[in-house]
């Protein structure tokens, strides 16, 4: 027994700790990643695999890892060393959660392999799990086996052979046949609301919550759905392009047909089977051929109106069988899709309507339904009207570059000249016109086709009998009249069709928009009467008031009144507070015309670049009955698309039509919720205004980003006047913001003519502003901002047809002077422009027109139309402007408009305007007049530029141009030729003669231009028969050319004859003379007052053409062409001379009465041959009292009454009667005179100077 202690433990005699290790343990052996065994060293260390260095071992003897813990070893004790990097700081053997990654091989032998946190995954990507300590567990959770080396056996294959079909990546396709796109995630999102779809169950769910369809490929379509829930399956035609589809989505054949469906909604052919499918999954319809016709299929891009005649010249069951073979017509002989033939239908009777715009309309089906559901109107034929509304319907709708083409269907004579719209059609709108008439031949079909184009005319006995075929042979004329229409920009013929399919939308339920909102009113006033219109005010203000938040950082709000004008009596946002916002709106006025709702989109484009805000929503409320001229569903598209502006109107009692249009104005995807009925004006107010208020309220949709406020918005309306302008002077500056061109489009709103002619003209406009304080400062910045407005509403803010050049003058020079700015620049510049507090005397107007002139010459462009436009405060000017006026206009062809800020106190603006009153505006009160403005400002203008012909459009021969010099010489070539006619056998010819030489000019002139210039009729004329030579016994009803050229020119048979040497006159029995034609004496003599002579009693001859002419003298006489045409010297008679001159060697030579104190004048003083005369400055006038004094023309009424009191005086005792009656509380005289000629004066007067009063009192 072993020994004990003093305690009576046993004592074993050997140590509890062994000093060394038993000989009989086995070496320890380290498995590598790969599975096998790691090198060692010479002294028996384990070797790590990639550093080379030793690995480290407990003080008990175990193996350690890069972290410093103890390696796993198997169930063979073998120990386990994991993968790593090169880095051993960064080789673990732990993933991120500090688990021991353990490795796992496959049924293969091969390494798993791992995501990015080191642990091993399956073959499709799935994490291997693990128990707590970290060890592999296979699919029923117990841990995986291990090989020979230790390493984790897991049994699936390391590679998969074939992907489990649940797996499969989901693939969406829409309607149109593309991938619907992802986000950055990978999952889908809708094309239209941007959410994502969603994913239940493995299967993709729509916006009710049901599964998406799958083809046959096992894609999923996102398809909509019809009210009943169906799913509408996408058709196409045999050309990719989806078809048209009714207001529930179905789609329709070509003849407006449903195409038939199965109980699942597959869309079935006319057997019943399922219509095939293409590559990307929409169902192709395959149509059936068009029926053979031996006649041409109109396949080009053409823009075609048809015209109807509904009078009384056709029956009812008549204009049934019309209606019928027009249809068929069409769709037998033209390509009625998208981007071909674009159809349009004017109508006429007792008058003229627009049934359908130049493509507005949705398709081919639409478009026939439309033409059979067209009214007769009755009443007499009016088909020149027709012609006239056919063209503006072009100007209007057309497409620039289409081919046009107008067919016309009548029944009989029109009552009206149709011979002048239809050659306007033609040669002014190059449009191709075919006549289909039924009744006797009335000689108008060849009028309105034109000469040499007889075969466009089909003629029949009646209506009935007559089928498309019957009306072919106008298709054949089609074909060969137009191009193949390849210069068209099909992008922007059609408005885009909505392929996609709208997300779910859901409305706000709310009464009041409390975000930031820029909304424009615009109201179509043809709708309504006078007394609609002011009902309509009130809604529109009741509306406005309880639907916006109206605090200037909420909403702001702008109103439009339209009809083929514009008025905009709230520009955006532009008032003080709501007070005033509904008060302008209540004043504003009701505009007569005809409705043309491009005109009104594009003003209200225009108030959005100039006032909107880009952290705002950007809204149009529409109000109209939709009877619109023209086609404006592609301005609506730009506005909404390129623009971001929604759209919503409000029908008042439209015709199904009419509503289809407002439809394509909002947009088809948007019409449920944008386009709103009333039966009438009187629905907007009570529950229906309510309805309206809360659509707009929950259809309106915030702008991008907007992120509700944490507190609460300004609880006032008034407006911050500082955020809108400021009142310091920013001259020179350019307002970036004003010209937003990243938001503006090549296509936009199509430019509209200024003119009624339908010319789109380039201008350069010079404004001279006289910026002296003769005016009130108020009306002068009010002139300055309509003419802005003004260019901004007809042209936009940077069109290129207009340029501008700004000089402001007072009276002692030229303060400001800008050249080439754009419509937005020039808006800039006038409203910081200042007057002259301190400048009370006329401006020096004359400087101000030369200074215009100079900047306009700085940067010409060929063939603009040059106008310069006064403002002046009250029509004087310190220095004289007729000169400069002259030089400008007969020089360097520029128009002059005048506009009188205060009433003009002379004639002085008509003077230098041309002579004409209506190029001189004016008004009492520039508080309002905005529509009365512009329209008398774009009359002025187009009375101007039409003062000039319009390029001629033939030729005879050319020649090359004439170059200018700087001499002295003045050409001969004859200018500014121009023919009218006197009688109808006559006509008179004028030009500018330059040389004043008794002849030298050969009038040439034929009534066929096709005949060689050598062959023509000659005329000799002198320089004085350019005043006007008539031209007379010639035969009526002719067409003449008529050229004017030297007499060299005119020898030389060889020589070529230029346009601008000719003009083109025709006479008939209807010709006259114009109300201004004045005959001209052909022996007139010289005028003395033109004549000027030298102190040695020379004449001194100056030309006709000659600009430095004494502004004293009148400059609209005859000049001498000789020395002897003035008689500054004459023979003396027995020594004597006559009045006025003075004897030297027996000759009589002028007396020069203004060398001696200026001939007793007060200001000016003209000497003539033998006498003189007192001349005064444009703005005087001589005193009737005393001819040498000049007296202010506003002055001088006291002065003329005084004459004429002493003109009744001298004559009291012819006096017949005087007499006085009440009037209106007033008092009325009446006062015949019978002079000694036996003639009788009579004045009648009810309100009297003193002066006259006082004559009275002497006579009575």
Same mark, same amino acid.
């Given at each position: 027994?072993?020994?004990?202690?003093?305690?009576?433990?046993?004592?074993?005699?050997?140590?509890?700790?062994?000093?060394?290790?038993?000989?009989?343990?086995?070496?320890?052996?380290?498995?590598?990643?790969?599975?096998?065994?790691?090198?060692?060293?010479?002294?028996?260390?384990?070797?790590?695999?990639?550093?080379?260095?030793?690995?480290?071992?407990?003080?008990?003897?175990?193996?350690?890892?890069?972290?410093?813990?103890?390696?796993?070893?198997?169930?063979?004790?073998?120990?386990?060393?994991?993968?790593?990097?090169?880095?051993? %700081?960064?080789?673990?053997?732990?993933?991120?959660?500090?688990?021991?990654?353990?490795?796992?091989?496959?049924?293969?032998?091969?390494?798993?392999?791992? &995501?990015?946190?080191?642990?091993?995954?399956?073959?499709?990507?799935?994490?291997?799990?693990?128990?707590?300590?970290?060890?592999?567990?296979?699919?029923?959770?117990?841990?995986?086996?291990?090989?020979?080396?230790?390493?984790?056996?897991?049994?699936?294959?390391?590679?998969?052979?074939?992907?489990?079909?649940?797996?499969?990546?989901?693939?969406?396709?829409?309607?149109?046949?593309?991938?619907?796109?992802?986000?950055?995630?990978?999952?889908?999102?809708?094309?239209?609301?941007?959410?994502?779809?969603?994913?239940?169950?493995?299967?993709?769910?729509?916006?009710?919550?049901?599964?998406?369809?799958?083809?046959?490929?096992?894609?999923?379509?996102?398809?909509?759905?019809?009210?009943?829930?169906?799913?509408?399956?996408?058709?196409?035609?045999?050309?990719?392009?989806?078809?048209?589809?009714?207001?529930?989505?179905?789609?329709?054949?070509?003849?407006?047909?449903?195409?038939?469906?199965?109980?699942?909604?597959?869309?079935?052919?006319?057997?019943?089977?399922?219509?095939?499918?293409?590559?990307?999954?929409?169902?192709?319809?395959?149509?059936?051929?068009?029926?053979?016709?031996?006649?041409?299929?109109?396949?080009?891009?053409?823009?075609?109106?048809?015209?109807?005649?509904?009078?009384?010249?056709?029956?009812?069951?008549?204009?049934?069988?019309?209606?019928?073979?027009?249809?068929?017509?069409?769709? &037998?002989?033209?390509?009625?899709?998208?981007?071909?033939?674009?159809?349009?239908?004017?109508?006429?009777?007792?008058?003229?309507?627009?049934?359908?715009?130049?493509?507005?309309?949705?398709?081919?089906?639409?478009?026939?339904?439309?033409?059979?559901?067209?009214?007769?109107?009755?009443?007499?034929?009016?088909?020149?009207?027709?012609?006239?509304?056919?063209?503006?319907?072009?100007?209007?709708?057309?497409?620039?570059?289409?081919?046009?083409?107008?067919?016309?269907?009548?029944?009989?004579?029109?009552?009206?000249?149709?011979?002048?719209?239809?050659?306007?059609?033609?040669?002014?709108?190059?449009?191709?016109?075919?006549?289909?008439?039924?009744?006797?031949?009335?000689?108008?079909?060849?009028?309105?086709?034109?000469?040499?184009?007889?075969?466009?005319?089909?003629?029949?006995?009646?209506?009935?009998?007559?089928?498309?075929?019957?009306?072919?042979?106008?298709?054949?004329?089609?074909?060969?009249?137009?191009?193949?229409? &390849?210069?068209?920009?099909?992008?922007?013929?059609?408005?885009?069709?909505?392929?996609?399919?709208?997300?779910?939308?859901?409305?706000?339920?709310?009464?009041?928009?409390?975000?930031?909102?820029?909304?424009?009113?615009?109201?179509?006033?043809?709708?309504?009467?006078?007394?609609?219109?002011?009902?309509?005010?009130?809604?529109?203000?009741?509306?406005?008031?309880?639907?916006?938040?109206?605090?200037?950082?909420?909403?702001?709000?702008?109103?439009?009144?339209?009809?083929?004008?514009?008025?905009?009596?709230?520009?955006?946002?532009?008032?003080?507070?709501?007070?005033?916002?509904?008060?302008?709106?209540?004043?504003?006025?009701?505009?007569?015309?005809?409705?043309?709702?491009?005109?009104?989109?594009?003003?209200?484009?225009?108030?959005?670049?100039?006032?909107?805000?880009?952290?705002?929503?950007?809204?149009?409320?529409?109000?109209?009955?939709?009877?619109?001229?023209?086609?404006?569903?592609?301005?609506?598209?730009?506005?909404?698309?390129?623009?971001?502006?929604?759209?919503?109107?409000?029908?008042?009692?439209?015709?199904?039509?009419?509503?289809?249009?407002?439809?394509?104005?909002?947009?088809?995807?948007?019409?449920?919720?944008?386009?709103?009925?009333?039966?009438?004006?009187?629905?907007?107010?009570?529950?229906?205004?309510?309805?309206?208020?809360?659509?707009?309220?929950?259809?309106?949709?915030?702008?991008?980003?907007?992120?509700?406020?944490?507190?609460?918005?300004?609880?006032?309306?008034?407006?911050?006047?500082?955020?809108?302008?400021?009142?310091?002077? =920013?001259?020179?500056?350019?307002?970036?913001?004003?010209?937003?061109?990243?938001?503006?489009?090549?296509?936009?709103?199509?430019?509209?003519? =200024?003119?009624?002619?339908?010319?789109?003209?380039?201008?350069?406009?010079?404004?001279?502003?006289?910026?002296?304080?003769?005016?009130?400062?108020?009306?002068?910045?009010?002139?300055?901002?309509?003419?802005?407005?003004?260019?901004?509403?007809?042209?936009?803010?940077?069109?290129?047809?207009?340029?501008?050049?700004?000089?402001?003058?007072?009276?002692?020079?030229?303060?400001?002077?800008?050249?080439?700015?754009?419509?937005?620049?020039?808006?800039?510049?006038?409203?910081?422009?200042?007057?002259?507090?301190?400048?009370?005397?006329?401006?020096?107007?004359?400087?101000?027109?030369?200074?215009?002139?100079?900047?306009?010459?700085?940067?010409?462009?060929?063939?603009?139309?040059?106008?310069?436009?006064?403002?002046?405060?009250?029509?004087?000017?310190?220095?004289?402007?007729?000169?400069?006026?002259?030089?400008?206009?007969?020089?360097?062809?520029?128009?002059?408009?005048?506009?009188?800020?205060?009433?003009?106190?002379?004639?002085?603006?008509?003077?230098?305007?041309?002579?004409?009153?209506?190029?001189?505006?004016?008004?009492?009160?520039?508080?309002?007049?905005?529509?009365?403005?512009?329209?008398? /400002?774009?009359?002025?203008?187009?009375?101007?530029?039409?003062?000039?012909?319009?390029?001629?459009?033939?030729?005879?021969?050319?020649?090359?141009?004439?170059?200018?010099?700087?001499?002295?010489?003045?050409?001969?070539?004859?200018?500014?030729?121009?023919?009218?006619?006197?009688?109808?056998?006559?006509?008179?010819?004028?030009?500018?003669?330059?040389?004043?030489?008794?002849?030298?000019?050969?009038?040439?002139?034929?009534?066929?231009?096709?005949?060689?210039?050598?062959?023509?009729?000659?005329?000799?004329?002198?320089?004085?028969?350019?005043?006007?030579?008539?031209?007379?016994?010639?035969?009526?009803?002719?067409?003449?050319?008529?050229?004017?050229?030297?007499?060299?020119?005119?020898?030389?048979?060889?020589?070529?004859?230029?346009?601008?040497?000719?003009?083109?006159?025709?006479?008939?029995?209807?010709?006259?003379?114009?109300?201004?034609?004045?005959?001209?004496?052909?022996?007139?003599?010289?005028?003395?007052?033109?004549?000027?002579?030298?102190?040695?009693?020379?004449?001194?001859?100056?030309?006709?053409?000659?600009?430095?002419?004494?502004?004293?003298?009148?400059?609209?006489?005859?000049?001498?062409?000789?020395?002897?045409?003035?008689?500054?010297?004459?023979? %003396?008679?027995?020594?004597?001379?006559?009045?006025?001159?003075?004897?030297?060697?027996?000759?009589?030579?002028?007396?020069?009465?203004?060398?001696?104190?200026?001939?007793?004048?007060?200001?000016?003083?003209?000497?003539?041959?033998?006498?003189?005369?007192?001349?005064?400055?444009?703005?005087?006038?001589?005193?009737?009292?005393?001819?040498?004094?000049?007296?202010?023309?506003?002055?001088? /009424?006291?002065?003329?009454?005084?004459?004429?009191?002493?003109?009744?005086?001298?004559?009291?005792?012819? =006096?017949?009667?005087?007499?006085?009656?009440?009037?209106?509380?007033?008092?009325?005289?009446?006062?015949?005179?019978?002079?000694? &000629?036996?003639?009788?004066?009579?004045?009648?007067?009810?309100?009297?100077?003193?002066?006259?009063?006082?004559?009275?009192?002497?006579?009575?």
């Amino acid at each position: 027994p072993l020994p004990t202690d003093t305690l009576g433990r046993f004592i074993y005699p050997e140590p509890s700790v062994p000093t060394e290790p038993p000989t009989t343990r086995r070496p320890v052996t380290v498995i590598g990643p790969d599975g096998q065994p790691l090198p060692t060293s010479e002294s028996g260390e384990v070797i790590h695999p990639l550093t080379g260095e030793a690995l480290s071992t407990s003080s008990t003897g175990e193996m350690l890892g890069p972290d410093g813990s103890p390696l796993p070893t198997d169930e063979e004790g073998n120990v386990i060393l994991f993968s790593g990097t090169e880095q051993p %700081a960064q080789t673990l053997p732990t993933d991120e959660s500090g688990k021991i990654v353990y490795p796992i091989i496959g049924s293969d032998g091969q390494l798993l392999p791992t &995501d990015s946190t080191g642990a091993h995954v399956d073959a499709y990507g799935e994490p291997i799990q693990t128990d707590d300590a970290g060890r592999p567990l296979s699919a029923d959770g117990h841990p995986l086996s291990t090989d020979s080396l230790g390493r984790f056996v897991y049994p699936e294959p390391s590679v998969p052979t074939e992907p489990p079909t649940t797996r499969m990546p989901i693939i969406v396709v829409g309607p149109d046949g593309q991938l619907l796109p992802t986000d950055s995630s990978g999952q889908h999102v809708h094309p239209t609301t941007g959410e994502v779809l969603e994913i239940k169950d493995g299967e993709m769910i729509g916006a009710d919550g049901s599964p998406l369809p799958t083809d046959e490929d096992g894609r999923v379509l996102l398809l909509a759905t019809d009210v009943s829930g169906q799913f509408i399956y996408p058709v196409v035609s045999s050309d990719g392009v989806l078809l048209p589809t009714d207001n529930s989505g179905r789609y329709l054949n070509s003849e407006g047909g449903l195409i038939p469906i199965d109980e699942n909604g597959r869309p079935l052919d006319s057997n019943g089977e399922i219509l095939p499918t293409n590559p990307t999954g929409q169902h192709v319809l395959v149509e059936v051929p068009r029926p053979s016709s031996p006649f041409c299929f109109v396949n080009a891009y053409i823009d075609l109106v048809l015209v109807f005649d509904t009078s009384d010249n056709i029956k009812i069951l008549d204009y049934r069988v019309m209606k019928e073979a027009v249809k068929q017509f069409l769709s &037998d002989h033209f390509n009625l899709k998208e981007n071909r033939v674009r159809v349009g239908l004017v109508k006429y009777g007792d008058s003229v309507e627009v049934p359908i715009a130049l493509g507005d309309y949705d398709h081919s089906a639409n478009l026939l339904a439309m033409i059979g559901d067209t009214r007769r109107m009755k009443g007499p034929s009016h088909l020149g009207q027709a012609l006239k509304d056919t063209a503006g319907e072009f100007l209007i709708s057309g497409i620039t570059g289409a081919p046009r083409v107008v067919i016309i269907f009548k029944s009989g004579s029109s009552q009206d000249d149709v011979s002048e719209p239809a050659r306007n059609l033609r040669e002014e709108l190059d449009a191709k016109v075919f006549v289909v008439s039924v009744g006797d031949n009335d000689g108008q079909d060849e009028e309105i086709v034109g000469s040499g184009n007889e075969g466009r005319i089909l003629r029949f006995n009646q209506w009935r009998g007559i089928e498309s075929v019957n009306i072919g042979p106008i298709a054949d004329g089609v074909c060969s009249a137009v191009p193949s229409a &390849d210069q068209v920009n099909l992008q922007s013929t059609w408005p885009a069709r909505k392929t996609t399919v709208p997300g779910p939308k859901t409305s706000r339920v709310c009464n009041r928009i409390e975000y930031p909102v820029d909304v424009i009113v615009v109201v179509d006033s043809s709708t309504f009467d006078d007394e609609g219109f002011e009902h309509l005010k009130e809604s529109i203000g009741v509306l406005v008031d309880e639907s916006f938040d109206l605090s200037p950082d909420v909403v702001r709000v702008g109103f439009i009144v339209y009809t083929d004008k514009v008025s905009v009596p709230v520009a955006l946002g532009h008032y003080e507070d709501k007070i005033e916002l509904l008060q302008k709106i209540t004043d504003s006025d009701k505009i007569s015309g005809v409705a043309i709702a491009l005109k009104s989109l594009d003003a209200a484009r225009q108030q959005f670049i100039l006032h909107g805000r880009e952290d705002a929503s950007k809204v149009i409320v529409l109000i109209t009955n939709g009877n619109n001229r023209g086609n404006a569903a592609l301005a609506a598209q730009d506005l909404r698309e390129l623009y971001g502006i929604q759209i919503f109107a409000i029908a008042v009692n439209p015709s199904a039509e009419r509503f289809g249009s407002l439809a394509r104005l909002v947009g088809q995807e948007h019409a449920n919720e944008r386009l709103l009925k009333i039966n009438s004006i009187d629905d907007l107010s009570g529950d229906k205004l309510v309805f309206i208020r809360q659509s707009l309220c929950g259809h309106i949709t915030p702008a991008a980003g907007y992120i509700e406020p944490t507190e609460p918005s300004w609880s006032t309306t008034k407006r911050d006047v500082n955020a809108v302008a400021s009142d310091t002077p =920013l001259i020179g500056v350019t307002p970036s913001s004003l010209d937003d061109t990243s938001r503006r489009t090549t296509r936009a709103i199509k430019p509209m003519p =200024l003119c009624k002619d339908g010319y789109l003209r380039p201008y350069l406009v010079s404004v001279v502003v006289d910026v002296t304080a003769r005016s009130i400062p108020e009306e002068f910045h009010r002139v300055l901002t309509m003419i802005s407005d003004f260019l901004e509403g007809r042209f936009g803010l940077s069109s290129e047809r207009m340029s501008l050049n700004l000089v402001a003058v007072d009276s002692s020079d030229i303060s400001l002077k800008k050249s080439g700015l754009s419509i937005g620049e020039f808006s800039s510049f006038t409203s910081q422009l200042l007057q002259n507090s301190n400048d009370e005397v006329s401006p020096k107007m004359g400087r101000g027109i030369d200074t215009a002139v100079e900047l306009a010459k700085s940067h010409e462009i060929s063939g603009v139309n040059k106008i310069i436009v006064i403002i002046s405060s009250d029509g004087t000017s310190s220095d004289d402007p007729l000169p400069a006026a002259e030089i400008a206009q007969d020089e360097y062809d520029h128009k002059i408009l005048s506009i009188s800020i205060r009433k003009p106190t002379s004639t002085l603006l008509q003077q230098i305007s041309g002579g004409s009153p209506t190029r001189v505006i004016h008004f009492s009160d520039w508080s309002g007049g905005d529509e009365l403005f512009n329209s008398w /400002f774009s009359f002025a203008i187009c009375e101007a530029i039409r003062s000039t012909p319009e390029p001629k459009t033939t030729t005879v021969a050319t020649r090359k141009p004439k170059v200018k010099t700087n001499g002295t010489s003045v050409s001969q070539e004859p200018s500014n030729i121009h023919v009218i006619p006197v009688s109808p056998t006559s006509f008179s010819v004028t030009w500018t003669c330059c040389t004043n030489n008794k002849a030298d000019y050969v009038i040439l002139y034929t009534p066929d231009s096709s005949v060689p210039p050598s062959n023509w009729q000659r005329v000799p004329a002198r320089c004085r028969d350019s005043f006007g030579k008539v031209i007379d016994n010639l035969p009526t009803d002719s067409d003449y050319k008529v050229c004017v050229v030297t007499s060299a020119s005119a020898a030389n048979n060889s020589a070529t004859v230029g346009d601008d040497n000719c003009d083109s006159i025709t006479l008939n029995k209807e010709s006259t003379p114009p109300p201004d034609y004045e005959p001209w004496d052909q022996d007139q003599e010289t005028s003395p007052c033109q004549c000027i002579c030298s102190d040695d009693g020379k004449a001194v001859v100056q030309s006709s053409c000659n600009p430095k002419v004494d502004p004293l003298r009148p400059v609209s006489t005859l000049p001498p062409a000789t020395e002897g045409e003035c008689p500054c010297s004459v023979k %003396a008679h027995s020594g004597r001379c006559p009045s006025g001159y003075y004897l030297h060697k027996q000759m009589c030579f002028d007396v020069n009465e203004c060398q001696q104190q200026n001939g007793g004048c007060s200001h000016g003083c003209v000497n003539t041959p033998g006498d003189f005369y007192c001349a005064c400055p444009h703005g005087m006038m001589r005193d009737p009292v005393d001819p040498k004094t000049c007296i202010n023309v506003a002055g001088s /009424f006291d002065r003329i009454t005084e004459l004429l009191a002493r003109y009744l005086h001298a004559n009291s005792k012819n =006096l017949d009667s005087v007499s006085s009656a009440d009037e209106k509380g007033g008092r009325k005289y009446k006062a015949t005179i019978k002079t000694s &000629d036996d003639k009788e004066l009579s004045f009648e007067w009810s309100s009297m100077p003193a002066m006259v009063r006082k004559a009275l009192r002497w006579l009575i």
